[in-house]
């Protein structure tokens, strides 16, 4: 990039990369020498033969230099300085054509010698400034700390000092290079008052806008970077680009998606465009989006079908259209290419996320996160944090504890990670440090609910119940937090079994929120634990004929009907209702299991209630279900072992009798096969 604004500055030749740094730099950071007197002159006559030679020489050296002979047009300019040493500007148009053959030092060497003789030239600031910027910004130091801001302030000095000539041709490359020289140093003010004042001169200078839109950017000024490009793109399309990257940065998705989109017209062939145009779409919720996304990243990853970072994206597309087949496969392809991708990991973890198959989770990371990788720190606590979520679901207390303390020491500053890592301490039943996490959390959130019901949790677990109601029902009474705080605390009086006072708590907010049809369905579930029956019926069924894909309600109302023998088809009915609009939901897939059992479908009672069982690993009633239809087809052996995880399970609604004594009745059997 710099050469390009050094080629404009020194003219059409393009310069060598710059040599022999050092010596000059370390010059640079010393203070100018005062300019030798001048020597007497040599009479008259021969003093103006010599001007006349000299002038010749010059000439003669700017036309070979035009015809790319350099070295003749250094001979020609040698001798021209020999006949009028006196003279700046040859010492100037010397050291140009020396930095146009790469020989730096010769080139500041004389650049520095004009200044001596003139310190008003212009072309040996210009000149100067030009290589001391792409020295600064190569980072060259030449091994002494302070070298490269000296360097940095010597460019801009001459520059600026460059920029006194108002008449030269060269204030465009002066500008550019400036304006880049400000933004190094994160002075933005210059930068953008000088690339003002560049693109005032020159509008329709691409490399202006680029740079002032990037120096809006970085300024944090997205607005203006926006109005700036969206001017651009009128005259220049080539801008789009920069325009979406705008938009993107200011999350405003549509937007950006619009702007790739035109930008990939004009460069269909860009693959990096259409996977940011992709990406746009993504964080779009409309399905229309998410399939033109999928189908961009089809195309991209045709072409280029080993790259990881599309097929992660495309996966992502899959699950967000709900192929959740076709995810898999994708992040399947990725770790083929790379076993250790953790893109392709994070891919597949998604995967099983959305089919909530948590086990497989933990099978596919633990391997990989065993094995830190440096310099992917950021990727690291991304699966731990998958990992750790899934050992939670799995009721895995101790092992999640393990997973969100190392993803926590590689980000110690994120305040979800610490969140989940005190849930995890709350499962591993290790309450007092659990309280002592959340109450620091607290002092930043105070009314996090989800903090607050943790830290009631906890007090539970300790044998303070009452504590615990203490810190929820505040939060239960605040306006602010509508129904959900009271929804909160009638869920932690539900966990001690405590029905009554639930439903006392959800028959008021009914009252107060009587369009809230999450409240009425909680109200409903209550009434079901307190065996009101036809009353949890009557509520469900009005949460459902205002919503008839209310799916919790469905799910409970069949259930319940299966749980009383009553109406099973229809329970039935109702149940695959509820699974078709959540077709991994382990409880949907129990009740479904167990609809399937009560009308002796065992074959689909067993598919079901596997799913359900392998998910739910430590809900007592799904293992006790399970362990029934296994029973029912005589497989005794593996009935037992469902029975005993039911017991070791949350023990929620089981009577714990009964289950023993189907394990007692079971075992001669189990052991015969």
Known sequence: MIHLIVSVALGAVQPAALAEPFDFVQQASQPAKQAPAK????????????????????????????????????????????????????????????????????????????????????????????????????????????????????????????????????????????????????????????????????????????????????????????????????????????LADAYDKQQRFAEAASAYAKASDENPRDADLKIKWATALLNRPERTSNERARDLLLDVTKTNPNASWPLHLLARAQVLLDDLDGAEGTARRILAINPSSTSGAHALAQVFEARRQYTKIVETLDPIVAKPQKGREADMVLLLTHLGLAYLELGRGQEA???????????????????????????????????????????????????????????????????????????????????????????????????????????????????????QFQYGAMLERLKKFEEAERTFRQVIAADANHAPALNYLGYTLIERDQRIPE???????????????????????????????????????????????????????????????????????AWRRSLSGDGETIDRAKIERKIRDAQPRAGKQ
Do not use: C
């Not at 002159?41 to 070979?64: E, T």
């Not at 004042?197 to 809006?216: I, N, W």
């Open 401 to 519: 504890v393990g997973a969100f303390e190392r993803a926590t020491q590689l980000n110690p500053g994120d305040g979800a990670l610490k969140t989940y890592h005190a849930q995890a301490l709350v499962l591993a039943r290790k309450f007092d440090l659990a309280i002592t996490l959340i109450r620091e959390l607290r002092t930043g959130r105070p009314d996090d609910l989800r903090l607050a019901r943790l830290e009631a949790d906890a007090l539970r677990g300790q044998g303070k119940f009452d504590a615990g109601v203490a810190v929820l029902r505040p939060l239960a009474d605040a306006a602010g937090t509508g129904p959900t705080g009271v929804q909160v605390l009638s869920e932690f009086y539900a966990s001690d079994h405590r029905y009554a006072d639930a439903a006392a708590l959800l028959k008021t907010a009914q009252a107060a929120f009587p369009k809230d049809l999450n409240v």
């Open 39 to 242: 020597s007497g002159s040599a009479g008259p006559a021969k003093a103006d033969d010599a001007i006349a030679d000299a002038y010749y020489q010059f000439v003669m050296g700017r036309r070979l230099a035009s015809d790319g002979d350099g070295d003749g047009a250094i001979k020609a300019l040698r001798r021209a300085m020999a006949l009028d040493p006196a003279s700046s500007q040859i010492a100037s148009e010397l050291a140009e054509i020396y930095a146009r053959q790469g020989r730096t030092k010769e080139a500041v060497d004389l650049a520095d010698a004009a200044l001596k003789l003139d310190g008003d030239n212009w072309d040996a600031h210009r000149l100067l400034g030009m290589l001391y910027a792409d020295l600064a910004e190569r980072g060259q130091s030449g091994g002494a700390g302070t070298v490269e801001a000296s360097v940095w302030q010597h460019a801009v000095d001459h520059l600026e000092q460059a920029l006194g000539d108002t008449q030269s041709g060269m204030a465009v490359g002066i500008r550019l290079t400036l304006g880049r020289m400000y933004l190094q140093h994160q002075d933005y003010d210059k930068a953008i008052g000088t690339l003002k004042q560049l693109l005032s001169d020159s509008p329709a200078l691409p490399q202006g806008v680029a740079l002032l839109a990037e120096t809006y950017t970085t300024a944090g000024r997205q607005n203006e970077a926006i109005a700036l490009l969206k001017d651009a793109v009128e005259e220049e399309p080539s801008f789009y680009s920069a």
């Open 571 to 641: 329970a039935l009915d109702l149940i695959k209702r509820a699974v078709k609009l959540d077709p991994y939901n382990g409880s949907f897939l129990d009740s479904l299991g167990w609809a399937h059992f009560k009308l002796n479908q065992l074959d689909l009672a067993e598919a079901s209630l596997r799913t359900a069982a392998e998910q739910l690993v430590r809900d007592s009633v799904v293992q006790d279900h399970f362990g029934d239809v296994l029973a029912a087809k005589g497989r005794f052996a593996e009935a037992v072992e």
